[in-house]
């Protein structure tokens, strides 16, 4: 079974740019999470998704929004990109929006901000 | 709030040794998760081995075992008979309790390096 895959795998963006990042569940997985991390630091929570409604958001201002589709595939958008938006942005997916089952990680989209 | 720290930056160890990394959680909640991550240079997380806290045994899984101590909130990571492949950095986390989410928080990671 194929598992998470996120899309694309590397992009450039300039100051004050939108930029689009698509994640793909593990097949049966209902809840998609999105997080960010920081050069030498570890991953922070922006947003998790569960039967395409938004179940938590993490301090992060209103230029992130995400969205969940039927298939449960899901979408991060971040608008006005500032060079501090520079990070790994790795996407989640787990069966359930709310239990202790192991979430399983994409291989992540290294977003750089010239 | 809840937390978790780990306090070791980096480490080394031969080939063939075993190896403990620290974990040290906060939280007020009875019921919470916690979950050790491996992440090589490529970037993806690679989940390894989950602790509930009421599990009464210590969970194991091949090579990796968790030392946890509730009473002092650790949750180490054992690595049993190192190999080059286990060069990565390991990420301990746990679940949030409050509201009804699958959030991760993460700790700051040890960066293991795994001498031949």
């Known amino acids: 079974d194929a598992g998470v895959t996120q899309s694309p795998t590397h992009l450039i963006k300039t100051r004050g740019q939108q930029v689009t990042l698509r994640c793909s569940p593990i097949s049966g997985h209902k809840s998609v999470s999105w997080y960010q991390q920081v050069l030498g630091q570890g991953p922070q929570f922006i947003f998790q998704y569960y039967e395409k409604e938004e179940r938590g958001r993490g301090n992060f201002p209103d230029r992130f929004s995400a969205r969940q589709f039927p298939n449960y595939s899901s979408e991060l958008n971040v608008n006005a990109l500032l060079l501090g938006d520079s990070a790994l942005y790795l996407c989640a997916s787990s069966p359930q929006g709310y239990s202790n089952q192991p979430q399983h990680f994409g291989d992540g989209t290294r977003l750089s901000i010239l | 709030a809840q937390k978790i720290t780990q306090t070791q930056p980096g480490m080394f160890v031969q080939e063939k040794e075993a190896v403990t990394l620290d974990c040290t959680y906060d939280t007020s909640d009875p019921s919470y998760g916690l979950f050790w991550y491996k992440q090589p240079s490529s970037g993806e997380m690679i989940f390894l081995i989950y602790?509930?806290?009421?599990?009464?045994q210590n969970a194991t899984e091949g090579r990796y075992s968790l030392n946890f101590q509730k009473a002092r909130k650790s949750a180490n990571l054992v690595i049993s008979a190192s190999q080059l492949g286990d060069s990565a950095m390991y990420f301990c986390a746990m679940r949030e309790s409050s509201g009804a989410t699958n959030k991760l928080i993460f700790g700051t990671g040890t960066l293991l390096a795994v001498q031949p």
């Open positions: 602790q509930g806290s009421y599990d009464q």
